[in-house]
T-cell receptor
Framework: SQQGEEDPQALSIQEGENATMNCSYKTSINNLQWYRQNSGRGLVHLILIRSNEREKHSGRLRVTLDTSKKSSSLLITASRAADTASYFCATDGRGGADGLTFGKGTHLIIQP | EPEVTQTPSHQVTQMGQEVILRCVPISNHLYFYWYRQILGQKVEFLVSFYNNEISEKSEIFDDQFSVERPDGSNFTLKIRSTKLEDSAMYFC??????????????FGPGTRLTVL
């Protein structure tokens, strides 16, 4: 089974619109993190939401977490061309020094 | 803002050669990680390191891989005898010690390894 699967795989919207990406996972988690990756570049941490949190905001980002459905969503409001990137959710299985499990990502294209 | 750095940005090597990828984690962080991303595929966890020893490793991290913290600032990944399938982007990450709670992992820009 796959942990941290995002959908859609690709999303193209007009600048100024909102973008919503979803992530589903299989096992219990302590937290879920969202990362952004520009083409061929490093991973930029966006936001971390803990299993006892339901919603979190950071600037134009809004993340929700539904542990009963094992799903999370990332909303980017008022999108900009610079938001064009791949977005990944990553989950951990246990506390401590634990490797993250990444999904395949959603490739977001913002049309100017 | 503190950041994880990695060198080199791109490494080209011949199959069978040894490579060492270097990372400087964020200075007050105590957990260190290596991940890899084969072109077009998911980011995959390789190994985590804490208190000068491996804390957890994935099935990918076999005997050809090793990690070391040779001094107070560097964290290295060594691949002893590279194979074509080792070609990938390798990311280093670090996180603070939260007494057993998971924390944000900050990633470096990556080293692109090309094995010919």
């Amino acid at each position: 089974s796959q942990q941290g699967e995002e959908d859609p795989q690709a999303l193209s919207i007009q600048e100024g619109e909102n973008a919503t990406m979803n992530c589903s996972y299989k096992t219990s988690i302590n937290n879920l993190q969202w990362y952004r990756q520009n083409s061929g570049r490093g991973l930029v941490h966006l936001i971390l939401i803990r299993s006892n949190e339901r919603e979190k905001h950071s600037g134009r980002l809004r993340v929700t977490l539904d542990t009963s459905k094992k799903s999370s969503s990332l909303l980017i409001t008022a999108s900009r061309a610079a938001d064009t990137a791949s977005y990944f959710c990553a989950t951990d299985g246990r506390g401590g020094a634990d490797g993250l499990t990444f999904g395949k990502g959603t490739h977001l294209i913002i049309q100017p | 803002e503190p950041e994880v750095t990695q060198t080199p940005s791109h490494q080209v090597t011949q199959m069978g050669q040894e490579v060492i990828l270097r990372c400087v984690p964020i200075s007050n962080h105590l957990y260190f990680y290596w991940y890899r991303q084969i072109l077009g595929q998911k980011v995959e966890f390789l190994v985590s390191f804490y208190n000068n020893e491996i804390s957890e490793k994935s099935e990918i991290f076999d005997d050809q891989f090793s990690v070391e913290r040779p001094d107070g600032s560097n964290f290295t990944l060594k691949i002893r005898s590279t194979k074509l399938e080792d070609s990938a982007m390798y990311f280093c990450a670090s996180s603070e010690d939260l007494r057993g709670l998971s924390d944000t992992q900050y990633f470096g820009p990556g080293t692109r390894l090309t094995v010919l």
